[in-house]
Protein backbone atom coordinates (compact mmCIF):
# COMPACT_ATOMS: atom_id res chain seq x y z
CA UNK A 1 0.00 0.00 0.00
CA UNK A 2 1.32 3.20 -1.04
CA UNK A 3 0.97 6.08 1.69
CA UNK A 4 2.86 8.74 0.16
CA UNK A 5 5.94 8.64 3.11
CA UNK A 6 8.25 6.88 3.74
CA UNK A 7 8.78 5.90 7.44
CA UNK A 8 12.98 5.90 9.39
CA UNK A 9 13.56 4.89 12.35
CA UNK A 10 16.81 5.21 14.29
CA UNK A 11 16.99 1.21 15.59
CA UNK A 12 18.37 0.56 18.82
CA UNK A 13 20.24 4.42 18.13
CA UNK A 14 22.66 4.28 21.10
CA UNK A 15 25.49 5.96 23.25
CA UNK A 16 27.73 4.17 24.65
CA UNK A 17 29.72 6.58 27.05
CA UNK A 18 33.35 6.27 27.14
CA UNK A 19 36.92 7.86 27.30
CA UNK A 20 38.26 9.92 24.15
CA UNK A 21 41.09 7.04 24.04
CA UNK A 22 38.54 4.44 23.69
CA UNK A 23 36.27 5.52 20.51
CA UNK A 24 37.48 5.16 17.36
CA UNK A 25 38.61 8.72 15.57
CA UNK A 26 36.51 8.03 12.10
CA UNK A 27 33.10 7.12 14.14
CA UNK A 28 30.75 10.25 14.80
CA UNK A 29 29.33 9.97 17.98
CA UNK A 30 26.31 11.95 18.97
CA UNK A 31 26.67 14.42 21.58
CA UNK A 32 24.34 13.36 24.01
CA UNK A 33 23.16 17.42 25.27
CA UNK A 34 21.95 17.32 21.15
CA UNK A 35 18.23 16.39 20.23
CA UNK A 36 18.68 12.95 18.15
CA UNK A 37 15.79 12.01 16.30
CA UNK A 38 14.46 8.69 16.49
CA UNK A 39 11.35 8.36 13.91
CA UNK A 40 10.62 10.50 11.22
CA UNK A 41 8.26 10.88 7.82
CA UNK A 42 9.11 11.52 4.69
CA UNK A 43 7.37 12.38 1.23
CA UNK A 44 7.94 9.83 -1.22
CA UNK A 45 7.33 12.89 -3.65
CA UNK A 46 9.51 15.38 -2.52
CA UNK A 47 11.80 13.74 -0.21
CA UNK A 48 11.80 15.71 1.98
CA UNK A 49 11.01 15.45 6.23
CA UNK A 50 7.36 15.92 7.04
CA UNK A 51 7.41 14.92 10.63
CA UNK A 52 10.49 14.00 13.01
CA UNK A 53 10.33 12.64 16.55
CA UNK A 54 12.94 13.72 18.77
CA UNK A 55 14.51 13.64 22.37
CA UNK A 56 17.82 14.01 23.84
CA UNK A 57 19.61 11.10 25.53
CA UNK A 58 19.20 10.72 29.12
CA UNK A 59 22.58 10.11 29.52
CA UNK A 60 23.57 7.55 32.39
CA UNK A 61 27.41 7.01 33.43
CA UNK A 62 28.82 3.56 32.38
CA UNK A 63 25.17 2.83 30.97
CA UNK A 64 24.13 2.77 27.11
CA UNK A 65 21.93 5.37 26.48
CA UNK A 66 19.39 6.10 23.64
CA UNK A 67 16.44 4.24 22.07
CA UNK A 68 15.10 0.49 20.90
CA UNK A 69 12.06 1.38 18.17
CA UNK A 70 10.38 -1.49 16.54
CA UNK A 71 7.23 -1.35 14.17
CA UNK A 72 4.29 -3.68 13.89
CA UNK A 73 0.82 -3.35 12.10
CA UNK A 74 1.23 0.33 11.31
CA UNK A 75 2.18 1.06 15.01
CA UNK A 76 5.78 2.24 16.23
CA UNK A 77 7.11 1.57 19.94
CA UNK A 78 10.33 3.53 21.01
CA UNK A 79 11.56 2.59 24.57
CA UNK A 80 14.06 4.87 26.09
CA UNK A 81 16.88 2.54 27.31
CA UNK A 82 18.13 4.56 30.15
CA UNK A 83 14.76 5.03 31.42
CA UNK A 84 12.90 2.16 30.21
CA UNK A 85 9.87 4.14 29.68
CA UNK A 86 8.26 3.62 25.83
CA UNK A 87 5.84 5.88 23.95
CA UNK A 88 3.70 4.50 20.70
CA UNK A 89 2.88 6.57 17.61
CA UNK A 90 0.83 5.77 14.25
CA UNK A 91 3.00 5.29 11.37
CA UNK A 92 1.47 8.38 10.07
CA UNK A 93 3.06 10.36 13.33
CA UNK A 94 -0.37 10.58 15.64
CA UNK A 95 1.19 9.82 19.17
CA UNK A 96 -0.81 7.24 20.74
CA UNK A 97 0.64 6.52 24.17
CA UNK A 98 3.67 8.35 25.86
CA UNK A 99 6.09 7.51 28.79
CA UNK A 100 4.74 4.21 29.74
CA UNK A 101 6.17 1.85 32.04
CA UNK A 102 5.93 -2.27 32.33
CA UNK A 103 8.93 -3.34 30.14
CA UNK A 104 11.46 -2.25 32.46
CA UNK A 105 15.07 -3.18 30.67
CA UNK A 106 13.33 -6.64 29.94
CA UNK A 107 14.62 -7.90 26.36
CA UNK A 108 11.18 -7.47 24.36
CA UNK A 109 9.62 -7.55 20.48
CA UNK A 110 6.97 -5.17 20.24
CA UNK A 111 4.05 -7.44 18.43
CA UNK A 112 0.90 -5.08 18.13
CA UNK A 113 -1.37 -2.72 19.60
CA UNK A 114 -5.04 -2.81 20.01
CA UNK A 115 -6.64 0.45 19.58
CA UNK A 116 -10.26 -0.56 20.71
CA UNK A 117 -8.98 -1.78 23.64
CA UNK A 118 -5.85 0.62 24.23
CA UNK A 119 -3.72 -2.28 24.73
CA UNK A 120 0.22 -3.31 23.65
CA UNK A 121 1.36 -7.03 23.15
CA UNK A 122 4.90 -7.86 23.66
CA UNK A 123 7.19 -10.80 23.48
CA UNK A 124 8.81 -10.92 26.66
CA UNK A 125 11.39 -12.52 27.51
CA UNK A 126 12.14 -11.92 31.38
CA UNK A 127 14.95 -12.94 33.46
CA UNK A 128 15.02 -16.28 35.29
CA UNK A 129 12.44 -17.48 32.82
CA UNK A 130 13.60 -20.13 29.86
CA UNK A 131 10.63 -19.34 27.36
CA UNK A 132 9.35 -15.75 26.26
CA UNK A 133 5.49 -14.71 27.28
CA UNK A 134 3.33 -12.71 25.28
CA UNK A 135 2.88 -9.53 27.67
CA UNK A 136 -0.34 -6.86 26.88
CA UNK A 137 0.02 -3.90 28.90
CA UNK A 138 -2.91 -1.36 28.86
CA UNK A 139 -1.84 2.04 27.89
CA UNK A 140 -2.62 4.87 29.76
Known sequence: MNYGYLICTQKNNRYRP???????????????ADQQAFH?????????EILSHTSTFKQLYGQTSGWKTQTAGGYVCV???STGLWNIYEENGSTVATEQAGLEKASWKF???????????????????????IKPITVK
Open 18 to 32: SSDRHQPANVRHPDP
Open 111 to 133: LSYNASKRVSYFLVMEEGIKLPI
Open 40 to 48: SLYSLASGK
Open 79 to 81: QDL
